[in-house]
């Protein structure tokens, strides 16, 4: 048994107030002029040793019922398979808290004015005090790193709120809960007990998707045979008016922009609702006519005398949950790759050029990259041929650490400068009739997979003279000689390429184009899809790689794996909003969740009575119970002698 | 609190008067008084109510033979009637401390308005009223008498009284045994707080001397329930010693002694044929004489 208010058990030294009262009766005594003294003395010398024992047994049941009352304020509590006179800990080694951060988690709580996730976090505190001994630890859905917690007070604390606040994302509740299990079993935790605290959204379960991990859930919990406990704590939002809105397409055509919205809500009526629509920052304001439960809306936003690239915000009237209320978007020639070139040879610069400009709508060219005039991480791609400085590679290592792709072609100091991106053989020239050729390449994926009709592309009719060969990252292609002819190298988030040999007749066949211009256009394609991402939710992969990106709307500290918003990364903006998921409003019912999870060790708590109803559940009442009867039993002593004075009162 | 002499007057409660003076109050035994009264004479008198026949006796009074018993039986017959009788009622009042308890009136106070109340009802009568003081320092009689001024005479006494002092009821009511030399109808008002055997011997004295007793208890209401709410100190009115107790605790032990004293009083008085009557001083004159004047009126 232990307390959740400890401090109140200083009160148990008011038990000794009967006594108290008891002594400074006697010393505070009336006097009375008294004619029957015969009486008196010999009641007082037979007074019986019963009368004294009442007396004592009065007093003691009176000081029970003040232990009782001092402990029930206490509130104590006992763990479920323990005897709550048990009074031996039985803590578990480790309190863990699964938190589920979904956006709908913001929503007010049915039960309080309080959010659910704060209401689930003060749950969370209640039982985390149940064991003052145990560690904490917390696995949010979002990062799901395990946290460890001094006291549980320190997730309130402004730093750890980057980890445990409020975010824009979705969750995968099963997925968090399966690598929590994992986590605690390579951590060789004995006992723990874990609580999950979950709006139980269904787009946090997706019960079919998660089916089988929810299963290996199952079966680890039961497999501990009672050393796991799992909670999971049901959450109940509220049902006040609530609209939602979510992009399910969107176009951009004649100067304007025309997203098609799905705009949801609580209430059963037809409403007209004032949306504001900002575009770079300036106020239009529209009306959409709202039909319950769901209106499709595709209002058509004039761009004209705002600048070619830019954002656009819509937000709904404020309601109970303003969280879903608003929606982002860019607009503008995103999509353009935007391709720098510094090739210090003019032939391998002309067929760079030539490969790289077969779609010149979708792709912009840009020469002379390290020159005052460009910047060049506004860039996508970098194709580079020449000397590098130390400066230039200092900002190549940066571009690529943040994501950006890059084509090495070998210089004449390859070997010197840049070895911390790619160490290079010696040149090797072979003489004006021979020369090297390839004998293996990946044909199945990568930049020399077969073209989609099964066609192979002409590596082995490629003759090669000179050859610098690099030897850092996977090589794509081999020589005869095993040698690489083209490596990947997977550096920070970016990707680098490197060629062993230059697209000039001096060097090899190479500019012929039947295998540079597909390879150069699918390094392209391949750079168009990595900065691809006009729709980017909270807390998906792509959210995560942008780890360094500015918000523009937000806080500066905002996160794209957090926060929705507007945000520049590498001079180019994204719009990230949360999963269509958290606007719907679909609870799971909780039997089908129930069949699959169907472990003794794992109960379902209400919020409203979770308190009372966890394994380790407050036992107030007893004492309570306790502290009547001790009244009644107190009572009853007196009753003889009340029975007896009304019988005698008249003689 | 005594009253002043002026309102000694008081001691007689009209509405008892009222209630009890219409019927005589009257006495168990026969009085041996000296004048005609309502009570029953243990001599044969010329009342209208017969009382036997008896053979005559030379010498004897021939007024009182039956002439018609004569004729027809041609025997002499006298025809005896029942002598009517005044009494001597004499009212002991118990003077000491602890008498002096009870609130808002005191035992002796409530007694005194009884007694005074009592000797105008049997004046008015034609009985003769005698009243004892028992106090410690002394002992005032006075004497019984049938003339009015001993209504004042009483009620002056009964002004003067005061309690204090040990209780001396026993010995006291033995020395009124001796002095109340024809039988008399003795009125006892006391607490009557003394070991019930003495004074069982003082009331088998006084019935040896042919006189009627009446014990009148005089109870306050905190005595016969002794209800209090917390410890206190009871101290002794007679002798100062004190005790301090838990009432709570006790108090069924002392009612329990307190009934047990009772009943012996009672028992005494039932073989001794005397009249025991407890009074609670809470209750009005007029009440507590009712249940006396009630038994007095049914002979």
Redesign the interface.
């Known amino acids: 048994m232990s307390f959740l208010q400890p401090i109140a058990l200083a009160g148990i030294i008011l038990a000794a107030t009967p006594i108290l009262i008891h002594l400074l009766n006697l010393m505070r005594h009336r006097r009375e002029s008294w004619a029957a003294m015969r009486f008196l003395l010999k009641a007082k010398k037979s007074s019986s040793r019963m009368s004294k024992i009442r007396r004592w047994l009065t007093l003691l049941l009176r000081m029970l019922s003040i232990c009782s009352l001092v402990i029930l304020f206490a509130r104590p509590i006992s763990v479920g398979n323990q005897s709550f006179l048990d009074l031996a800990t039985k803590e578990p080694e480790l309190v863990l808290l699964i938190l589920d951060r979904s956006s709908s988690m913001q929503k007010k709580s049915a039960d309080s004015s309080k959010t659910l996730l704060q209401e689930g976090l003060e749950k969370f505190s209640l039982l985390s005090k149940s064991w003052p001994n145990s560690k904490i630890a917390v696995m949010e859905t979002l990062f799901a790193e395990p946290i460890f917690l001094d006291k549980f007070e320190t997730i309130y604390s402004k730093e750890m709120q980057g980890f445990i606040g409020p975010t824009d994302s979705g969750a995968n509740l099963p997925e968090t809960i399966n690598r929590s299990l994992t986590w605690l079993n390579e951590a060789e935790i004995g006992q723990a007990e874990i609580l999950v605290i979950s709006d139980q959204q269904e787009a946090s379960w997706q019960i079919n998707e998660n089916s089988e991990i929810l299963k290996s859930i199952n079966e680890t919990i039961n497999n501990k045979q009672g050393l796991w406990q799992l909670g999971f704590l049901d959450l109940k939002p509220t049902k006040a008016i609530n609209y939602s809105i979510h992009c399910k397409s969107y176009l951009e055509e004649a100067g304007t922009a025309n997203p098609t919205l799905l705009i949801k809500g609580n209430q059963r009526d037809q409403e007209r609702l004032a949306v504001r629509i900002r575009i770079n920052g300036d106020l239009l304001l529209m009306n959409c006519e709202f039909t319950y439960p769901s209106t499709t809306w595709t209002p058509s936003i004039p761009l004209t005398g705002h600048p070619p690239v830019g954002w656009i915000s819509i937000t709904l009237p404020e309601d109970s949950f303003p969280g879903d209320n608003e929606y982002y978007f860019t607009y503008g020639n995103q999509s353009i790759l935007k391709i720098g070139i510094a090739i210090k040879d003019s032939e391998t610069e002309r067929f760079v050029v030539a490969a790289s400009s077969l779609d010149p709508d979708r792709t912009l060219l840009s020469k002379n990259l390290f020159s005052k005039q460009q910047d060049p991480s506004e860039h996508d791609l970098l194709i580079i041929q020449k000397d590098l400085t130390k400066e230039d590679l200092g900002f190549l290592d940066q571009f690529l650490l943040k994501g950006g792709m890059v084509v090495l072609f070998p210089s004449a100091k390859t070997n010197n400068e840049n070895v911390k991106l790619q160490t290079w053989s010696t040149n090797e020239t072979k003489s004006q009739d021979d020369f090297f050729t390839l004998r293996e390449w990946n044909k199945n994926e990568g930049v020399f997979a077969n073209t989609t009709n099964g066609k192979e592309l002409p590596l082995s009719y490629l003759k090669i003279h000179q050859r610098v060969i690099p030897q850092l990252g996977q090589p794509l292609a081999f020589y005869a000689d095993g040698q690489s002819f083209l490596t990947r190298k997977i550096y920070g988030q970016g990707v680098l390429y490197s060629f062993s040999t230059l697209p000039n007749l001096d060097w090899s066949s190479l500019g012929e184009g039947f295998v540079f211009v597909p390879v150069i256009q699918r390094i392209i394609d391949e750079c168009r899809q990595k900065s691809d991402f006009e729709f980017i939710e909270c807390g998906d992969n792509n959210s995560l790689s942008l780890n360094s990106a500015l918000s523009i709307l937000g806080e500066k500290q905002d996160k794209p794996s957090a926060q929705d918003g507007i945000y520049k990364d590498l001079g180019k903006l994204f719009a990230v909003n949360r999963p269509a998921g958290e606007t719907v409003d679909n609870l799971i019912v909780k039997n089908k969740l129930q069949d699959i999870v169907c472990t003794e060790h794992a109960s379902w708590n209400d919020a409203q009575t979770a308190t009372s109803s966890f394994k380790r559940a407050e036992i107030w009442n007893f004492f309570l119970i306790l502290m009547i009867i001790f009244l009644l039993l107190e009572g009853a002593l007196s009753i003889p002698q009340l029975t007896k004075l009304l019988g005698n009162s008249r003689v | 609190m005594a009253l002043q002499e002026s309102k000694f007057l008081e001691y007689v409660d009209r509405k008892a008067i009222a209630r009890i003076g219409g019927n005589p109050l009257l006495t168990n035994f026969a009085m041996e008084g000296n004048v005609s009264g309502h009570h029953k004479s243990n001599h044969k008198g010329s009342s209208v109510e017969f009382a036997e026949y008896r053979e005559y006796t030379e010498g004897e009074d021939p007024r009182q033979m039956d002439w018609k018993v004569l004729a027809r039986t041609d025997k002499y017959f006298l025809k005896e009637f029942e002598a009517e009788t005044n009494l001597r009622a004499h009212q002991v009042l118990d003077c000491s401390?602890?008498?002096?308890?009870g609130k808002p009136i005191s035992?002796l106070e409530y007694a005194k308005r009884m007694v005074g109340t009592l000797t105008y009802a049997y004046l008015n009568q034609g009985d003769a009223v005698g009243l004892s003081l028992l106090q410690a320092s002394e002992h005032s009689v006075l004497p019984a008498r049938r003339n009015p001024s001993q209504l004042h005479d009483i009620l002056s006494t009964l002004g003067h009284a005061k309690a204090s002092g040990d209780d001396q009821l026993v010995t006291q009511l033995h020395q009124v045994a001796e002095t109340v030399k024809s039988r008399a109808l003795l009125l006892v008002f006391s607490?009557f707080?003394e070991d019930p055997e003495i004074i069982g011997d003082a009331i088998h004295h006084l019935r040896d001397r042919k006189h009627e007793v009446v014990l009148f208890n005089l109870?306050?209401r905190q005595?016969?329930?002794f209800?209090?709410d917390?410890?206190?100190?009871?101290?002794?009115?007679?002798?100062g010693?004190s005790?301090?107790?838990?009432p709570?605790?006790?108090?069924?032990?002392?009612?329990?002694?307190?009934?047990e004293?009772?009943n012996q009083i009672k028992k005494i008085c039932v073989e001794t044929q005397s009249s025991f009557h407890?009074v609670v001083t809470d209750a009005e004159i007029d009440e507590a004489l009712s249940v006396f004047s009630f038994q007095r009126t049914q002979f």
């Open positions: 401390a602890s008498m002096n308890f035992k607490d707080f109870m306050d005595e016969l329930e209800v209090f917390r410890p206190t100190r009871f101290i002794d009115l007679e002798g010693s005790i301090l107790t838990e709570s605790i006790i108090r069924d032990e002392y009612l329990k002694q307190m009934r004293h009772m407890q």
